[in-house]
């Protein structure tokens, strides 16, 4: 069986997960339900980045110890996943031992092969992103990552020779696809390696919370060598156990933030390079989830967190929004009105319509019970078959490249279709006019693509899917991604239940939109 290994970024937990961190991680989640279908020997890895500066800031603030803020921190996020019902494999802490001993020694390994060297290091730091910057990258003297003021930093340090490296890394681009979009390699060449690449800062001096160098204990390892490494420590590289690394590595599809784009396409493949390992096959760079006044930020009241939609909506709209509103390529604004006209158009006009009104059909017209395929007994049968044949090949070919949204796109096409199908045959007129035959083909046409749409939305929205094909009495059945290219997998007698309750009630628009509204300003 073929590995699939995918990675999310460690996420810093300095405050509560917002949509745009579980936008990300239902990406990945998305991802590995769908390889999984077709499949593939899965393994997802997410995790904790619990160390450095802004940790000790936050906790001390909070007037917890910093180990039990991490561990509060760490249940937060795990409860969040449950709730998301994200299926990952391991979970890494950074501050886990298996973590702390493997990045000490790949530290050693750095310094004995003249990767690392000692040096004093003085320039604009910035403690939310905890990166230091040259004057030439600041914007408008900011933080050119976050906006926020940089403070001017000197301290003894040890340093990557990230320089050593620049032509090999150029010589990676220029030789592997390995970053999508396209666009950030161009990025990475143009805005950091053409003007000169800098050597990395990978210790601090000025505070202990963080994996202590063993040979010069006073450092302590600077967050990007410890977070990075988490791919493949958590896998047991370097460990008396590194079957999961031998298995897994390289990762098949890492996936980011375009905020920390640099450090994955850059210092990270530089980093393997020094280990002599190989890269990942896919890096993807996702943009961001923006409101309509900017970033999302607690100061301005327009943070919106997963548990609020999920909780009033439902975890398969929230899940379904995200995917389907934001293309991974370009940052999309989220709004209430869009969240709201998306469920009550998309999940409960279209699909929720198409089942609601195919079960009540077969119910009448045949007693529950699927008819046979009998064939195209009609050109309408002939058109459906051959679209929805068309169509998944095509949302297969999105969910290859990661584009969600047209994937998502896609499928709603069949759902429409297969509306319109149910315009063109009109059922009813068949059952008046003891059209039997005809009546028996639309009906097992309809339950047919129904079950299709169903397996295509399993990676999206697992719930539903499984409710769709419950209520066409296919729960049992092996819906596997290959059927999909299949007819006549209905088995005989096969029964729908009797009254489905709809997949999704409509809502009232104007009060969720302002509930939503209430709800961000708090």
């Given at each position: ?402 584009e969600f949204a047209s994937s998502l796109q896609e499928i709603w096409n069949i759902i429409s279709r297969t509306n319109k199908y149910i315009d063109e045959t009109t059922p009813w007129v068949l059952a008046k006019n003891g059209e039997t035959e005809k009546l028996a083909s639309a009906m097992n046409h309809l339950i047919e693509n129904i079950r299709k749409i169903a397996i295509l939305l399993l990676p999206y929205m697992e719930s539903t899917a499984q409710n769709i094909l419950n209520q066409i009495g296919l729960s049992n059945v092996e819906n596997t991604w290959d059927s999909l290219y299949e007819l006549d997998k209905i088995p005989n007698n096969s029964k729908v239940i009797e ?24």
């Open positions: 069986m073929e590995k699939y290994y995918i990675t999310t970024p460690i996420y810093y937990p300095s405050g509560k997960f917002h949509i745009g961190t579980a936008y990300t991680t239902v990406v990945a989640d998305t991802v590995k339900k769908y390889k999984k279908l077709r499949g593939y020997d899965t393994y997802l890895l997410t995790g904790l980045d619990e160390h450095g500066q802004k940790i000790q800031t936050v906790a001390e603030k909070n007037n917890m110890k910093l180990q039990e803020y991490v561990d509060y921190m760490a249940n937060l996020s795990k409860d969040l996943w449950k709730k998301m019902q994200i299926q990952y494999d391991d979970f890494i802490r950074t501050t886990e031992p298996r973590h702390e001993k493997v990045v000490q020694e790949i530290f050693e390994k750095f310094l004995a092969n003249g990767d690392i060297y000692k040096g004093t290091y003085e320039g604009m730091y910035c403690v939310p992103c905890e990166t230091y910057f040259t004057k030439t990258q600041l914007v408008d003297g900011k933080c050119p990552d976050c906006g926020r003021d940089v403070v001017l930093m000197k301290e003894e340090a040890y340093f990557f020779n990230m320089k050593k490296y620049a032509d090999r890394l150029v010589k990676l681009y220029e030789e592997n696809d390995f970053i999508t979009p396209e666009f950030r390699k161009t990025e990475m060449i143009n805005n950091f390696i053409k003007p000169g690449l800098e050597d990395l800062c990978v210790t601090r001096t000025n505070f202990d919370w963080g994996i202590k160098v063993k040979s010069d204990p006073k450092h302590v390892v600077y967050v990007w060598l410890d977070a990075l490494t988490n791919y493949i420590t958590a896998l047991g590289y370097l460990s008396e156990d590194d079957t999961k690394f031998k298995k897994y590595w390289p990762a098949d599809l890492q996936i980011v933030g375009k905020d920390i784009a640099r450090f994955h396409l850059i210092y990270w493949p530089i980093f393997l390079m020094a280990l002599d390992l190989p890269i990942p096959k896919k890096i993807l760079v996702h943009n961001w989830i923006m409101m309509k006044d900017g970033k999302m930020s607690k100061s301005k009241g327009n943070v919106i967190y997963p548990e609020l939609l999920i909780e009033r909506y439902g975890l398969d709209a929230t899940r379904y929004f995200l995917l389907r509103e934001m293309p991974v390529v370009q940052d999309e604004v989220f709004s209430p009105e869009s969240f709201v006209e998306r469920y009550n158009f998309d999940l409960c006009n279209d699909l929720g319509n198409l089942v609601n009104r195919t079960v009540s059909m077969v119910n009448k017209y045949f007693n529950g019970i699927v008819p046979t395929y009998l064939g195209q007994i009609n050109e309408s049968d002939k058109d459906l078959e051959e679209y929805t044949k068309n169509q998944i090949k095509l949302v297969e070919e999105y969910l290859e490249k990661f009254t489905g309750k709809p997949l999704f009630m409509r809502l009232n628009a104007e009060e969720e939109i302002e509930y939503i509204k209430n709800e961000m300003n708090k």
